[in-house]
């Protein structure tokens, strides 16, 4: 009986162990060359040694003088212009290049800065190009493989389940005690973990005293910070209940140091401190946000987030009227229902149900979740919880006013927005009384009824850009560029490479090694990766910054890489700076930074400069039209939205109104300011307590409309002097970048206003860089709209009349969405001549991928598995080909070759899904059982 229970036990035991992580706290070694695959970090990582300057590269051996590589000549126009008229052509034999361009980025000649290359006849292309590459030095990014290690075994994981198991008869943890060891020593190790009372406020008001303190503030902060960004990187590349415990414990800790530094930054009058820097760092620490919260109410603050999340999780929507229980949708459901719906009543229906079933549970936490706001917001110096948030965009702060009126700001901004959204919003209303014919809800000159617009809550009209698109041309472009990274035989880190040697020439400097030994670019199928959001990430140590992204080759990939790079040097340049100030001024000013280099790098010279685009490949009005018709109805029509969010939101923390006017409150706002109506009786409650971006995001919207805004504003001043339409981008000049790279070294050293005034000259908030951006689209609407169409919705309902309308498809509306990147991954034994990653330790051998060098290949079925030990030491082949076949197969040519050489020698794919594909953790036990039956 021992026996068979310890046969029972070892399995279990096995899979859980292969579950935990092992971590790896030793630093890279350079020699040979580093490995990509970032290892768990469960434990402290060691502080790494500072990276040995750069030796100079090798002269290369002396080649006949070249002509000079072309500079960038951007035309100097002060302004940009409009959009000239354009044709698509097909895409030419630019593409057939014989060196790829990291070929000719490699064979530079002399040190950074110094290009002597001898061009050859293919490459007149590049020639022609603005942008020239070759003047960028090459450096060392790790392997090209992003390779998946198998797990690690970990003995003392299973003695430790062992043990539990007789012990306790159980394998559940011990939730009472402490995993995170780093962190549970760090708590009260200083006295900067000891909580002062609130009555010692303003009591010091010794300057040298305060200068002290904040330095010894950026000694001791770094420690706890470090740890929650590990913990953070490792439950986000590898969630499990364990790196979720040692998250958890790791922000634990940061609350706990947050609120004792909060209360002793209190201390010290501002008055009394002269030093700028001093000052503004104090300033920071002492708002705490619902941090300031006592430990019973955060924890309430908590469960009622929780509570509301599995209320979105767990309530189930009916999609006819007095459907009977049970109804078997639920709120992550409504997207899929409606997309292909033309059926009013049925989305009328969804909508009434969601805000029936949830609507009253939600008034209740939200309720609730405005008094522990507002109390958080009065420890922290504020009046009300909208003070609060607004508090890094007004620059207001406990001890002073707000130095501009945000909101004011951003009435007179959307004022000069409005007639753009005015003409989007009369030609989308005419388009839908056409597609839901016969509907009286929408009128000629009214508000659209919310529901047929399709979003939850009409903030996102994008659902119906495939029925109201201007034009019927489709973009190629996408996938041009998908069949140019394959045949450059691009992988996911290539398109990150690529965006890095970008940015060095136009004028970032270099990156540390972190970002290529410890950075996941790719979907690591190993573990149970967070993919969402990509991320760039500074591990706190002043050395190690990575991203974290599951790429995939394409257009829109290839932009976001370009996106995380410009986050990512944001977030090192001001990495001298004390720990506080190492960041932007605020997140809406990150991610504007983020975006507008986003454009930048989907400008079609500078795809065409790296061969991703042939010679002659544009993109004619109808495809411009169509693309930023697409933006406009995912990203524009937000803008009103957000105001209407934050402006109900403020009225409920300041108490203008009590909740049982909540809803009326609410539609009279949305009709004002959006053009939407409700598409039930008005005295329909729940409404806006009923959508996500009102309960579930405790952060102000405003966040969304700032950036949208300023992002236009970079754009425009990284683009000043360039000729192209700012809808397209530009090749930006240098001395417009080094601005934007100055004001990226000083990060929160100044506030978001200084910094969008050095970079454009202006401190306020302009949508005119939008309103150029959207000019193509704008004009179009002008002519579609001109003729009888009613712009606005202050009308009489007047009904639509049969020959206003337009012809609409009679087919059932499906969303599609162009060819613009794909899962571009391929498993051992798999295809990859079309440029596909080869995972789980392979790589590709020009056809197919074969296990790399010191691996075996075991065949099973129809997949081939690289392993680290050889197959016949666990019975899996004799040298004869042995096959065990899980699932019924053709049987084996007995002249084929050996199961465990080191790669499978056939090149037909096999098995490159991931169903096909058997978890090594699986096939250990596999060959474990094996062995345990020969045994016994």
């Known amino acids: 009986m021992r026996l068979i229970l310890v046969i029972l036990l070892i399995p279990l035991l096995f899979i859980a162990s292969v579950k935990s992580i092992n971590v790896d706290a030793q630093e890279p070694s350079p020699e040979p060359e580093p490995q990509p695959e970032p290892q768990a970090e469960l434990q402290p990582e060691p502080e790494p040694e500072p990276e040995p300057e750069s030796e100079p590269e090798p002269q290369p051996e002396p080649q006949p003088e070249p002509e000079p590589s072309p500079e960038p000549s951007p035309e100097p126009a002060p302004e940009h212009e409009s959009l000239p008229e354009m044709t698509v052509e097909k895409l030419e034999t630019d593409l057939e290049v014989v060196s790829t361009i990291d070929d000719i980025l490699d064979s530079q000649q002399g040190q950074e800065g110094e290009s002597h290359h001898e061009h050859k006849p293919e490459h007149t292309l590049m020639e022609r190009m603005p942008i020239n590459l070759e003047d960028i030095s090459s450096e060392d990014y790790g392997t090209d493989e992003q390779e998946t290690r198998p797990d690690d075994v970990d003995n003392d994981v299973i003695q430790e389940l062992v043990d539990r198991f007789l ?17 549970d020593t760090l708590v009260g190790s200083s006295s900067y973990w000891k909580p002062v009372k609130a009555e010692t406020k303003d009591s010091i008001k010794d300057n040298a005293e305060a200068v002290n303190w904040v330095k010894g503030y950026n000694s ?65 620490i002492s708002i705490e946000g619902v941090n300031a919260l006592e430990n019973k109410e955060f924890k309430e603050y908590n469960k009622i987030l929780f509570d509301i999340h599995k209320i979105y999780a767990d309530t189930t929507l009916c999609e006819t009227p007095g459907q009977k229980a049970p109804c078997i949708h639920k709120y992550s459901d409504f997207p899929s229902i409606v997309a292909g719906s033309r059926n009013p009543e049925k989305l009328l229906n969804l909508w009434k149900s969601w805000r029936g079933a949830a609507g009253r549970n939600l008034t209740e936490n939200f309720e609730r979740l405005i008094e522990l706001n507002n109390k958080a917001a009065e420890l922290n110096g504020f009046k009300h919880a909208g003070q609060m948030w607004l508090s890094p965009f007004d620059l207001s702060t406990r001890t002073s006013k707000q130095e501009i009126d945000l909101m004011a700001d951003v009435d007179k901004v959307y004022t000069q927005i409005e007639p753009l959204y005015k003409q989007l919003h009369a030609y989308i209303r005419r388009e839908l009384a056409a597609i839901y014919k016969g509907e009286s809800s929408i009128t000629r000159d009214g508000p659209i009824p919310v529901h047929l617009l399709k979003g939850d809550g009409g903030g996102d009209w994008s659902m119906h850009y495939e029925a109201t698109k201007p034009f019927e041309a489709d973009d190629v472009i996408p996938e041009e560029i998908l069949m140019s990274l394959k045949k450059q035989n691009f992988t996911s880190k290539t398109m990150f490479t690529r965006a890095y040697r970008y940015f060095k020439y136009l004028g970032f400097g270099k990156l540390p090694k972190t970002l290529w030994t410890r950075s996941i670019f790719s979907r690591n199928w190993s573990k149970d990766m967070i993919c969402d959001p990509a991320t760039a990430y500074d591990m706190m140590n002043g050395e190690d910054y990575r991203i974290k992204m599951c790429a995939q080759l394409g257009e829109p990939d290839f932009i976001q890489a370009h996106k995380l790079m410009a986050e990512l040097y944001y977030k090192y340049l001001p990495k001298e700076n004390p720990i506080l100030l190492r960041d932007a001024p605020n997140p809406s000013f990150l991610k504007a ?37 697409k933006e406009a109805l995912s990203d524009l029509v937000k803008l009103p939205f957000d105001i209407i969010i934050d402006k109900w939101r403020f009225g409920a923390f300041s108490k203008q109104y009590d909740s049982s006017k909540w809803t009326s409150i609410w539609w009279k706002l949305r009709e004002k300011t959006q053009g939407v109506s409700p598409p039930a009786e008005p005295e329909m409650e729940f409404d806006p307590v009923s959508l996500p971006s009102v309960v579930r995001q405790q952060s102000p919207a405003m966040k969304h409309f700032i950036t949208y805004v300023i992002q236009f504003q970079i754009l425009d001043a990284l683009c000043m002097g360039d000729s192209t339409p700012l809808s397209e981008g530009c090749i930006p000049k240098k001395e417009n970048v080094e601005k934007a790279i100055a004001v990226m070294k000083r990060g929160a ?24 951006y959207f000019e193509p689209l704008h004009n179009w609407l002008l002519n579609a709209n001109k003729d009888k169409v009613y712009v606005g919705w202050d009308g009489k309902g007047e009904p639509f009349q049969s020959e206003e309308l337009p012809e609409v498809s009679q087919d059932i509306e499906t969303e599609h969405t162009n060819t613009e ?6 498993y051992p034994g798999g295809d990859c001549t079309n440029g596909q990653e080869c995972l789980l330790e392979s790589h590709c051998n020009g056809t197919i991928c074969v296990c790399n060098e010191g691996l075996f290949t075991l065949h099973i079925g129809n997949t081939y598995n690289c ?45 490159n899904s991931a169903q096909s594909n058997i978890p090594q953790s699986v096939l250990y036990l596999v060959g474990l059982l094996v062995v345990l039956q020969n045994m016994f």
């Open 749 to 772: 050293e100044i506030n978001w206003v200084q910094a969008l005034e050095e970079i454009t000259g202006s401190r306020k908030l302009d949508a005119t860089p939008l309103l150029l």
């Open 167 to 183: 012990n306790k008869g159980t394998l559940e943890e011990d939730t009472s005690k402490k995993v995170n060891k780093a962190v």
């Open 220 to 284: 001791e902060a770094p420690k706890i910070l470090k740890e929650v960004a590990s913990a953070g990187w490792n439950y986000f590349t590898a969630a499990g209940s364990e790196t979720k415990r040692y998250l958890d414990e790791a922000e634990d800790g940061l609350r706990k140091f947050l609120h004792a530094t909060s209360t002793q930054a209190r201390q010290f009058d501002l008055n009394s401190v002269t030093d700028e820097t001093v000052r503004r760092q104090i300033e920071l």
């Open 593 to 629: 930074i983020e975006n507008a280099f986003g454009v930048v790098a989907g400008n079609s010279d500078y795809m065409k400069s790296q061969m991703i685009l042939g010679e002659n490949a544009i993109r004619d009005e109808a495809i411009i039209v169509n693309r930023l018709y």
């Open 867 to 911: 392993v680290q030990g050889n197959p016949k030491d666990a019975g899996f082949g004799d040298g004869s080909n042995l096959v065990i076949e899980l699932n019924e197969i053709d049987k084996q040519d007995p002249n084929s070759p050996d199961s465990v050489t080191t790669a499978p020698t056939t090149t037909k794919p096999a098995g």
């Open 821 to 826: 990147a794909e899962d571009n991954i391929a």
